[in-house]
């Protein structure tokens, strides 16, 4: 046994959609009476190649004391399920040293993985674009610092946002923003079960006409469209909830 990281799936938010399964090169896991399951420790690499691709935010990299990952056996595991095998060790090849690297942080998780976006090709420039004009129509905006009952909810369309979706979406204010209310928060950092609490009050007050979700592409963003979605639910309400997914590179898209 060795202390190491290794993916770790929680059954509780796991729903069985099998997202994960291709995105996992080593066969590690498979569908089991309707969850995600590892196969077996010795398949998982820990690097958490499947992290991005699981929609409820169920699967998260640990540490824990287990049987090292075993290239040989992987692979013998990938021609038996007829998967393509590793040419390479996963490990190994992470392993090979690199100019200065950034230092990981101690969560493990993929979405802080440090990018540097300067060397992406620049979009190109709208010669007739003008300044915006900001569609902010209240004050304060964040989660923690609002009352639940504040009169600009009442009868709103509510935009529910992640603190990064305004940096990395340069048309946030005229294309989610404009014409609602919003509340901002980070699912990362911030207490989740206590946002929950707060959105739910909020709509249970506020009679509002639908709910946007904002949130970025890392994995653990997707705990916020969870909180606002079991909100809802607890309510007993019935309004139209959308969720709008952003990218570290700018490009939303629709859920």
């Known amino acids: 046994m060795v202390k190491r990281s290794i993916v770790e799936i929680n059954e509780e938010k796991c729903d069985g959609c099998g997202l994960c399964i291709p995105s996992c090169h080593e066969g590690a896991l498979q569908i089991v ?3 995600a399951k590892l196969v077996k420790d010795i398949y998982c690499d820990g690097l958490g190649n499947c992290l991005g691709h699981c929609p409820q935010d169920a699967i998260k990299i640990i ?3 287990v049987e090292d990952f075993d290239f040989e056996a992987t692979n013998t595991h990938l021609k038996d ?4 095998e590793l040419e390479e060790n996963p490990l190994e090849e992470k392993a090979k040293p690199t100019e200065e690297k950034p230092k990981e942080l101690p969560c493990g998780c993929p979405g802080t993985m440090v990018r540097d976006l300067r060397e992406e ?3 190109e420039p709208d010669q007739t674009s003008k300044e915006q004009t900001s569609q902010l129509k209240q004050w304060p905006i964040q989660l923690n610092l609002l009352p639940p009952n504040v009169p600009f909810f009442q009868n709103s369309d509510l935009l529910i ?3 990064c979706v305004g940096f990395a979406n340069p048309n946030l204010h005229n294309t989610l923003l404009k014409g609602k209310s919003i509340a901002i928060g980070c699912p990362k950092l911030d207490d989740i079960s206590g946002y929950k609490e707060k959105i739910q009050s909020i709509i249970e007050m506020s009679n509002l006409k639908t ?3 904002a949130i970025m592409e890392v994995p653990c963003c997707y705990g916020l469209y969870d909180a606002v979605e079991q909100a809802l ?5 019935e309004i139209p909830l959308k969720k709008i997914v952003v990218g570290i590179n700018g490009i939303t898209s629709e859920n």
């Open 233 to 237: 639910k607890d309510s007993g309400k």
């Open 33 to 35: 009476d309707g969850k």
């Open 211 to 213: 709910i946007t979700v």
């Open 121 to 123: 090709p620049d979009a």
């Open 63 to 65: 540490e824990k004391d």
């Open 81 to 84: 399920i007829g998967k393509p």
């Open 161 to 163: 946002s992640a603190d």
